[in-house]
């Protein structure tokens, strides 16, 4: 029977490599993550969209341009809210046609009616309409429209997620945090 000290001194150079054989893979994952972004893009090209933010009168007060792939796009036309990082979580069933999305929701035992009116082309140039009203009579309701337009590819060196406001330059990517450093919130 092999005493301990025999195995580990057998098994010595196979532990030594571990460390190595990390390296070695990490030095190859910028080149499998280029690769399976290259696979991505074949399968679903990303596509600059336009996203606005529209006041009550319809007038635009603010503008991002973000690099989307098909999971984003289908998220613009999708409504989830929170209030303070807190989700309203769905008590009963969505209704969910072509043109609007309406759920019953709640938050801390608190019941809200969420509705996302969508108009317009989803696929090229749509509008969305979102409103989440407070159900126990207090009156408390936020709304927000957005308008979604496609805009073309992705500027060269965007991957998805990126983003910009209007006319400047690349952002924080969407996917990856906020608007860190940025120096201003809109």
């Not at 409504?79 to 759920?103: F, S």
């Not at 749509?126 to 337009?149: I, N, P, Y």
Request: charged content about 25%; some cysteine.
């Amino acid at each position: 029977m092999k005493t301990l000290p025999c195995r580990a001194r057998r098994l010595a150079p196979a532990i030594l490599l571990v460390p190595v054989m990390l390296v070695l893979a990490a030095c190859s994952a910028p080149q499998r993550q280029s690769r399976l972004t290259d696979l991505q893009a074949d399968v679903d090209p990303p596509e600059l969209w336009r996203v606005e933010s529209l006041d009550h009168r319809g007038v635009v007060n603010g503008a991002l341009d973000v690099c989307v792939d098909q999971s984003m796009r289908d998220g613009f036309a999708r409504a989830d809210a929170e209030i303070w990082g807190r989700p309203c979580l769905p008590h009963r069933d969505a209704v969910d046609t072509p043109n609007l999305y309406a759920v019953r929701c709640e938050i801390d035992g608190r019941r809200f009616g969420l509705t996302l009116n969508r108009s317009g082309d989803l696929r090229r140039d749509f509008t969305a309409a979102f409103s989440l009203t407070a159900l126990d009579g207090s009156g408390a309701t936020a709304k927000q429209v957005r308008r979604f337009r496609r805009e073309g590819a992705c500027p060269a060196g965007w991957i998805i997620g990126d983003q910009a406001r209007v006319g400047s330059a690349k952002g924080v990517n969407a996917l990856a945090g906020t608007w860190s450093g940025m120096g201003r919130s809109e």
